[in-house]
């Protein structure tokens, strides 16, 4: 048995867990819910010896661990698949592997490559194109390339932190049924997800933390989805309502024409057109790898290897007219270790504003950070904490109030609701939503189905760098699921 006793833990003045018992039996899934912000990461990294707990302690069938250890809690056969993959960014995934339990006495990247991808044919996974960097991976690749690290340890507690949350819809049901596999192996595993209905489906038993505290122990034959999230974070506020019919008479708010982008590998993007007005939500499906990245980074900024053209409110090549909400929010969206108040900074709009003459207004600068986080619900220390020190769901926040403060005329938000809560969620949908209704336009890239069906006025599939826009008749979860498999007629 896995158990914790008294674990407490705080960040400057803010107390992520507050004497947390906490016990996951072998041949059980365990998952752990809560809010953002409620402790769950930080208890699950506390446990990988990934956090020096400030006390309380840890034990495995019976003896205590060494808290803060990373390279014992390994060698204890626990471990851990972050929300954000720890990779390194500029080796290939041979490489990464290597680093783990792939190693050979040689380094023969060759013989891990092989090792590699017979392990990953067992667990349906697809890995990369061979000697591909890490930075050139999507992040759905990368945490499979996490998972399949980690599973290679053999380990007796497995932690998995939001790992469906990159998911195609045709992926979750095979994962599903890993997690069980690896339960009827007697293995512990410890899951950590705001999707409740993935709980529901797959959990033995379900701990609910609420502000560093455990407020339920439950199983979901005792409980439902609704009573989980009262748990959570109290009573929902009523969704809004998402403006189903496009404004086709608008205005034109972004106008791509023709846009294409060879990479090594093959099109990345092949001939993309499409055309958004004012006052719209349009949506973008896809199952990750299929050119959604490379489309975001080319409304981000031009790129030289790119072709074709992308006009903005009517003018090619406005400044600042396009703000973008990245899906990997600690490597493209955040500096992690700058104050919060700097990384609004970030932003060129911003930062104009607040330093028109060249000169940094400092005092306006920290007022507005103030203002941003008491309005988006931002739990954090203080406007000077660094962004490190945020959960990842008040960074995904952080990341949307910046975009919305930029007074753009195009938002285009990158699998945005990713590891938020339902109520971080629902409330980014209203930003959303609200932002469309004062004349702005968005671009919603998801793998999330329910989110573009919910949102969306009209829908696009990508599928191998190519972009179909959906019929009225075709939006079903299961027709789009085909759809992004790349089975067009």
């Not at 939001?162 to 979750?172: F, H, K, S, V, Y």
């Not at 502000?211 to 009573?227: D, F, L, M, N, Y």
Request: proline fraction near 5%; include cysteine; charge should be neutral.
């Amino acid at each position: 048995m896995l158990r914790t006793r008294d674990i407490t833990k705080r960040f400057g003045m803010t107390l992520a867990l507050d004497r947390v018992d906490f016990d996951a039996q072998p041949g059980e899934i365990h998952a752990l819910v809560g809010e953002n912000g409620a402790g769950k990461t930080t208890l699950m990294n506390i446990i990988a010896g990934r956090l020096q707990p400030d006390s309380g302690e840890i034990l495995l069938d019976g003896a205590a661990m060494r808290a803060g250890s990373a390279v014992g809690a390994l060698a204890a056969g626990i471990a851990a698949v972050n929300q954000s993959p720890m990779l390194f960014e500029r080796f290939t995934w041979e490489e990464n592997l290597a680093l783990g339990s792939f190693d050979t006495d040689g380094f023969d990247l060759l013989a891990v490559a092989t090792r590699a991808r017979e392990f990953a044919g067992k667990l349906g996974f697809v890995l990369p194109p061979a000697s591909s960097t890490i930075e050139r991976c999507s992040v759905a690749e990368r945490v499979r390339l996490e998972l399949l690290r980690a599973l290679s340890f053999n380990p007796r507690v497995l932690i998995l932190d939001e790992p469906t949350g990159m998911l195609a819809p045709g992926g979750l049901s095979p994962f599903l049924e890993l997690l069980r596999r690896l339960r009827g192996e007697s293995r512990i595993i410890l899951l950590v997800t705001h999707k409740l209905a993935e709980v529901m489906t797959v959990a033995d038993r379900i701990t609910v933390l609420r502000q560093g505290r455990i407020v339920a122990r439950t199983t979901p034959a005792e409980t439902s989805e609704a009573a989980l999230a009262r748990l959570m974070i109290g009573e929902l506020a009523p969704a809004p309502a998402a403006p189903k019919s496009p404004p086709l008479a608008g205005e034109t708010a972004l106008s791509i024409e023709n846009l294409s982008l060879e990479r090594d590998s093959g099109r990345a993007l092949d001939a993309i057109s499409l055309v958004l007005r004012r006052g719209e939500i349009a949506g973008v499906a896809g199952v990750d790898g299929n050119g959604q990245s490379e489309l975001v980074e080319a409304l981000a900024s031009p790129r030289r290897a790119a072709s074709g053209t992308v006009t903005v409110a009517g003018s090619a090549g406005a400044p600042h007219a396009i703000a973008v909400i990245p899906e990997d929010r600690d490597l493209d969206g955040l500096v992690l270790d700058m104050p919060l108040w700097e990384n609004l900074l970030l932003a060129a709009p911003i930062r104009d504003r607040l330093a028109p003459q060249g000169w940094l207004d400092r005092a306006r600068a920290r007022g507005l950070c103030r203002s941003l986080l008491y309005r988006f619900h931002i739990r954090a220390p203080g406007i000077d904490a660094l962004a490190a020190a945020l959960s990842g769901g008040n960074r995904q926040r952080l990341e949307v109030a910046r975009a919305v403060e930029s007074s753009p005329r195009v938002i285009v938000a990158h699998n945005v609701c990713r590891g938020l809560d339902i109520a971080g969620a629902a409330a980014v949908h209203r930003v959303l939503i609200d932002f469309a209704a004062a004349g702005g336009a968005v671009l919603l890239v998801s793998s999330d189905l329910d989110e573009l069906l919910e949102l969306c006025g009209r829908l696009f599939v990508m599928s191998g760098g190519r972009l179909r826009e959906i019929e009225s008749a075709d939006r079903d979860p299961v027709r789009l699921g085909i759809l992004m498999a790349g089975k067009w007629e």
